[in-house]
């Protein structure tokens, strides 16, 4: 018997076999997120985003808690204590139906409740998480600025002491969930440096007004933070972290999950791609069956399993304690990028047929020019890796 009879066969959706690198337990994660997605998300996802908004947000972030995917990777307070490489899983699923929801569990749970279970007192974390959790209550996290992105050290909200009290002004930008979170975590600057608040949405002075005309996260829920004089008592203010070191960490957690999601979105368009190939007839022929299609979609596959692939190796560092940020830069940067040259090659696969929402190709591609720049443009990534690469700092 030869040994290549011995071998599994080749499965076009696993190219790499790295299927074989996860545990059951995994793949049963995998598959509920799957199926949730496939059954809450894909059959109303184009006209939620042709619509631009996102219908039934809070019934979807119960849900969403129920499945435990918010908090995923945090342990206790009803979070689910998953692995880091079980949250990717998670993550890459959501994003393949729309980057919109992988959006919403990523800033709940990577940012507004990695901030208050690793930053916040005990009581925060009792008042808030569990919630959380359950998708009972929505967070969003208020770091960017209008006029200060990839510089949040120079943020101008500020936080003033008045007796016991903390008194915030200032304006946040591009927040997802922000008019429908219960709690936001706001970073501004004070006079011990920056600290992190926690600030109930219903506070007076703080509003959320819904920003429109986005041609991009369509189904999503983005808005700005206004703090006109909102007074907190002292235990607003999350007492483990002063510094930009508090938010920059948040934001190395989020970017994890969206090493994972952009290849959810670039899988999401591959499989598309593929399958209309087999059935798209040119010349008296399936279009699948020409060599300049085939070396698209062979060019297509390897980017895609090789960025899995890389997500993966992330995963298990992240899990083994050894992951640093440079290394998340580094699939941050890769990733994105690939997932958006996947998506526009799909596009030339479709035609003019990949502009239609009856195909997923054009939202995911459309959607992903945000991911790539939010949690850390392509040139911020590039200079993270090379003042890692040559110990010399571009930045300033």
């Not at 972030?61 to 499945?67: C, D, H, I, N, P």
């Not at 998670?90 to 990577?110: K, N, P, T, Y």
């Not at 808005?223 to 002063?242: C, G, I, K, N, Y």
């Amino acid at each position: 018997m030869s040994a290549s009879s011995t071998l599994p066969p080749f499965d076009p959706a696993d190219p790499l076999g790295i299927d074989d690198l996860l545990e059951p337990e995994d793949l049963a994660i995998r598959d509920t997120v799957r199926s949730w997605a496939a059954d809450r998300v894909l059959p109303r996802i184009a006209d939620w985003y042709e619509r631009g908004e996102l219908p039934g947000i809070r019934e979807l972030a119960r849900e969403l808690g129920a499945v435990g995917a918010l908090g995923m990777s945090l342990s206790g307070y009803g979070c689910a204590g998953a692995s880091a490489v079980q949250y990717g899983l998670a993550c890459l699923e959501l994003e393949a139906a729309d980057s919109g929801i992988r959006s919403l569990v990523s800033v709940q749970g990577s940012l507004a409740m990695y901030a208050l279970h690793r930053f916040g007192s005990e009581e925060q974390k009792q008042t808030w998480l569990p919630g959380m959790a359950a998708g009972e209550i929505i967070g969003c996290f208020g770091l960017t600025e209008p006029d200060h992105g990839s510089d949040p050290a120079g943020m101008r909200t500020h936080a003033k002491r008045d007796g016991s009290d903390w008194v915030l002004n200032g304006r946040k930008m591009w927040i997802t969930n922000g008019s429908v979170a219960g709690v936001a975590v706001v970073w501004a600057q004070s006079d011990e440096g920056i600290r992190g608040f926690v600030v109930p949405t219903d506070a007076p002075g703080f509003s959320a007004p819904e920003i429109k005309h986005k041609w991009s996260l369509r189904a999503s829920v983005t808005s700005e933070l206004v703090l006109d004089d909102v007074r907190l008592p002292a235990d607003a203010v999350l007492p483990e972290v002063t510094g930009l070191r508090g938010p920059l960490s948040c934001l190395s957690h989020a970017r994890y999950g969206i090493v994972w999601g952009a290849m959810g979105a670039a899988r999401s368009c591959f499989e598309t791609a593929v399958a209309y190939a087999k059935t798209r007839e040119q010349f008296g022929r399936p279009i699948g069956g020409f060599q300049l299609t085939q070396a698209k979609l062979a060019d297509m596959a390897v980017e895609l399993h090789k960025g899995i692939l890389l997500a993966h190796h992330l995963g298990r560092r992240m899990d083994a304690g050894r992951l640093r940020p440079e290394q998340v830069s580094f699939g941050k940067l890769n990733n994105v990028r690939e997932a958006i040259e996947i998506c526009r090659t799909a596009r030339t696969i479709l035609g003019a047929n990949g502009i239609s929402l009856e195909y997923p190709v054009m939202r995911h591609a459309t959607n992903l020019e945000s991911v790539l720049t939010y949690e850390g443009t392509v040139e911020m990534h590039q200079l993270v890796l090379g003042k890692a690469l040559t110990g010399l700092d571009a930045f300033r």
